[in-house]
Structure formats: C-alpha cells, structure tokens
C-alpha cells in the first residue's frame, strides 16, 4: 500500500526558508515512471502545482516558484523535499505531497497534507 506522510513545521517566520519532507512508503521513490510533486492549497484558492522530482532524480519547479522553490530526495530514506525560501503572509497554505505517473494527468496517491502558517 502507497502512503505519503508530510512533516515539517507549521509556522514559519517571513523571510525564513520553509523545508518539509514528504516520507513514502509501500514503493520506491525511484520506480520508473513515478514523479513525486508538491501541492499546495491557499485558503480560499485552487491547489497550486509547485514543483516535482521524478524517479530518475531529474527535477523542475513552477516558474511563479522556480527562483524560491527546490526539490530534492534522499533515496536511502525514500523521501523527498520542498525548500521555499523567503516565505511571505501568501505561503500560508495547506501543503500536500503527492505521487503521479508520467504521462498521466491525474495523481493517484496524495499525502494527508499538512498546514504551514507564515507569521510576520
């Protein structure tokens, strides 16, 4: 069984760097053919792609993030990680990790998401 658990902090100060890791269990991060991605969901707003890392470790952001936003795996632990740097009021949001096939529109495993508020 695939599962997907986020962890990180849920207040972060502006300016500073967000980090949360996703942890998968029940496959490999490296199974062909998988990419892991980042969601996030404003209050109020539509879930917002951020950026994913594929099974080969090739990675890529959304352009809106790709100057703040990072991602990247430890595959000795099967995890992978979002950075966010000089996080703002509008970073607040429910952040979900979550797993899709290449070639594929729709994820088919989602983490249980977790809150990240962003305190002035």
């Known amino acids: 069984q695939v599962q997907l658990q986020e962890s990180g902090p849920g207040l972060v100060k502006s300016s500073q760097t967000l980090s949360l890791t996703c942890t998968v269990s029940?496959?490999?991060?490296?199974?062909?053919?998988?990419?892991w991605s980042w969601v996030r969901q404003p209050p109020g707003k539509e879930p917002q792609w951020m950026g994913c890392?594929?099974?080969?470790?090739?990675?890529g952001a959304r352009p809106s993030f790709k100057s703040r936003a990072s991602i990247s795996r430890d595959t000795s632990k099967n995890q992978f990680t979002l950075q966010l740097s000089s996080v703002t009021a509008e970073d607040t949001a429910m952040y979900y990790c979550?797993?899709?096939?290449?070639?594929?529109?729709?994820?088919?495993?989602w983490g249980q998401g977790t809150q990240v508020t962003v305190s002035s």
């Open positions: 890392i594929q099974y080969d470790g090739a990675s």
């Open positions: 029940g496959v490999s991060i490296t199974t062909a053919n998988y990419y």
């Open positions: 979550v797993r899709g096939e290449i070639g594929r529109d729709e994820y088919d495993y």
